[in-house]
């Protein structure tokens, strides 16, 4: 049976969907303009955890829980899970790594960058044009033969199960209120709708963007490589619902200054965003892919995201990542030193092409 959410009519649908589902999230007790945000909510699972004690950002967010768990589920139904890993491992994990340090520079995924401009927030243009620039520059690479390896099939089905187990691990931690785990009071971390309400959100965004193959990196790639607007119209229609809705609501406000959880230092919103970008060209996929892909059995996916979930660690523990003042003591060293990384890995990665004499 042809799968309708992979044509153009079913992606702009799904897009429409996660759109008004992360304006509803945001209505419901979500902070604003991040209805969703997979950089930001690992960042609050990071903290839940312990791993860093910025106490404002400290949440077991069940919407991720939902998404990687969403795509589990319909991956098993439609014979679509199969585990594989191995392809570059410790590089996949620096670029999550990176990749999580650019967003929390700029203050947002790209999913977020989009719902920040939906909800009037000007600094998200150059945020976007940040991610832009990266995903091209990531493409450059791709063009001139960067690969990171082919994965290979798992030789025991247990590794495509270790991220879904981990996610059903910290659901039954949520549901319990186990006291261990850390939880925000005040800030954004305290901003939160409805447990069920936001788990149930992400099983149907997993499951959507699982079967629609929706990705704003990927979106954005074909566009440079092929003249592909196939997935953009999907990323498109996610931003445009979302506006949509914000208005309804009453939750679009426009300019620069007194944005949620936004600053106005517009060099680094820029910068983040370009090395989010490329780290995210690189690995293959946009955080909310990677989540997919997570949920599919993929670990080389899910080593990209206990990647961005260190790097929201560090980012905290090392005065690295923004916040509305600014962006943080060290994060314009962090981010210049992420660009040259990703630069030296796009490089090193080059096949190099052997041609044969006649």
Known sequence: MKNFLSSRSGIIIVGLMIGIIASLLQKLGNPANMGICVACFERDIAGALGLHRASVVQYLR??????LLGATIISLIKGEFKPQGGSSTI???????????GALVFLGCPWRAFLRLAGGDLNAVL???????GIFAGTLFLRKGYNLGRSQPARSKINGWILPVIMIIFLFLLLAHFKPVFSSTTGPGSQRAPILISLI?????????????FCTMGSLRDIFIVKDFHLFSGVAAFAVSAFI????????RIGFQGQPVAHT???WNFLGMVLAGLAFSLAGGCPGRQLILSGEGDSDAGIFVIGMISGAAFAHNFSLASSPAGIGNYGAYITIAGLVFCTLIGFSMIEKRITRSQ
């Open 62 to 67: 069940p919407e991720i829980i939902g998404i």
């Open 265 to 267: 230092q517009h060099l």
């Open 245 to 252: 809705m914000n208005l309804i609501f009453g939750q679009f």
């Open 127 to 133: 945020g976007i044009a940040g991610l832009i620039t």
């Open 91 to 101: 590089i996949r994990f620096v670029l999550g790594f990176f990749a999580m340090i």
């Open 201 to 213: 959100a992400g099983l149907v965004i997993g499951i959507l963007a699982q079967r629609s193959r």
